[in-house]
């Protein structure tokens, strides 16, 4: 009789240990070993429908894939029993009853107290190809639709604005020195919105990525790094170098990992800025970190699909990460993408689009009001 629950445990623990197993298979010089890979957890079928997520709120992806796993095989155990007459098949179907029932209980007593945003926030979406050669004239093009996109940006008072993973929006003004473009960008704009941008930058440990958080009110530009790196798209692990070493050489290996971010930011509970990085979605814990240390009004999530040219079946992916993750953190989630389409993902599971407020060449400025669901 209570084979389902406990198979259904068996199931959640064994998802985290592949998790686990995966960080450790593409461990380099930019990786963690942490169960952060959540790519094809059962949870997340139960978080594609609008209902499902609610019950996301009690144990998020885990939670989920607890109740399909023990639900489904609950279910085989009453077909199994159906000549032993009614009294099993009573029993059974009143614990899967009673296990959903909980569940809910559970998220309602868990559900976050915020509703949405508090105050309007735009992302701007782009699509730019990838520069791998870092051709000047398509830097310069990228420059003049960046540029143009903030204005358009800050022209509808937001209170936010959400530039695309590695945009560089800021180095722009002022090629080597980010504070030098803050300042050329706060002596043009007159704009009060806190603007979120990312960019690559060189450190003596190595290349990051690293996110500013420019506040013109406070007058204030905080930082912070990504910590959760791609495998063989922002660095090359061990395996995989040893492995092209032996094809190609390791002169030319060393040659790609040079062009690859090395080195990962060690967050702790309370240091970062409410900032989840591309690719860091897939961690089921990441967003729930990130408001550990109280509550933020949202959480920005930079994103770049360029490689992927928003791929139909990566986007509902992420989609559906996003809204389990903003169910379990209990907060927004405003996503900004290259190659790939910026959506607010609300608290109560909800998926927002926006509005679109105009566009140019290869840019477009979407809106997210306070209170809009849908």
Not at 67 to 92: F, K, M, N, T
Not at 191 to 218: E, F, K, M, Q
Not at 300 to 307: D, E, N, Q
Not at 347 to 364: F, H, L, R
Request: one cysteine or more.
């Amino acid at each position: 009789m209570w084979f389902p629950y406990v198979a259904a445990i068996a199931i959640m623990v064994s998802e985290i240990i592949s998790a686990l197993l995966f960080s450790v298979g593409t461990y380099g010089p930019g990786g963690i070993i942490a169960p952060a890979f959540s790519v094809g957890m059962i949870g997340y079928l139960l978080g594609v429908p609008e209902w499902g997520r609610y019950f996301a709120a009690f144990g998020g992806v885990y939670g989920l894939g607890f109740l399909i796993s023990a639900s489904a095989l609950a279910l085989w155990q009453i077909y199994e029993r159906i000549d032993e007459g009614v009294r099993p098949r009573a029993v059974a179907s009143a614990l899967v009853l009673g296990v959903w029932g909980l569940w809910g209980i559970g998220a309602y007593l868990n559900a976050p107290a915020s509703a949405g945003l508090i105050e309007p926030v735009v992302s701007i979406n782009t699509t730019f190809v990838a520069n791998p050669t870092n051709d000047p004239v398509a830097d310069a093009w990228r420059t003049e639709q960046l540029l143009a996109a903030v204005t358009a940006a800050e022209a509808v008072n937001p209170s936010a604005i959400i530039l695309p993973e590695d945009a560089g929006f800021f180095s722009r003004y002022s090629p080597g020195s980010i504070d030098a473009g803050v300042a050329e960008h706060r002596f043009f704009s007159t704009s009060t919105a806190v603007i979120v941008d990312t960019i690559r930058v060189d450190t003596p440990d190595g290349p990051r990525l690293r996110a500013h958080w420019y506040d013109p009110v406070a007058d204030t530009l905080a930082t912070t790094d990504k910590y959760y790196l791609v495998p063989q798209g922002e660095f090359m692990p061990y395996f995989y170098g040893a492995f092209a070493t032996l094809m190609i050489g390791r002169d030319k290996v060393a040659d790609i990992a040079d062009q690859l971010l090395t080195r990962p930011h060690t967050r702790s509970e309370g240091d970062s800025l409410p900032i989840m990085f591309c690719f860091e979605n897939m961690d089921p814990a990441a967003a729930a970190r990130l408001v550990a240390a109280g509550p933020v009004p949202f959480i920005a999530h930079p994103i770049s699909h360029s490689w992927f040219n928003d791929h139909r079946v990566l986007q509902g992916q992420v989609d559906v990460m996003l809204a389990i993750a903003a169910r379990t953190a209990g907060v927004p989630i405003v996503s900004a993408g290259n190659m790939a389409t910026g959506k607010l993902y609300l608290p109560s599971g909800d998926i927002v689009t926006g509005n679109k407020i105009t566009s140019g060449e290869a840019w477009e400025v979407i809106g997210f009001n306070p209170a809009v669901t849908d």
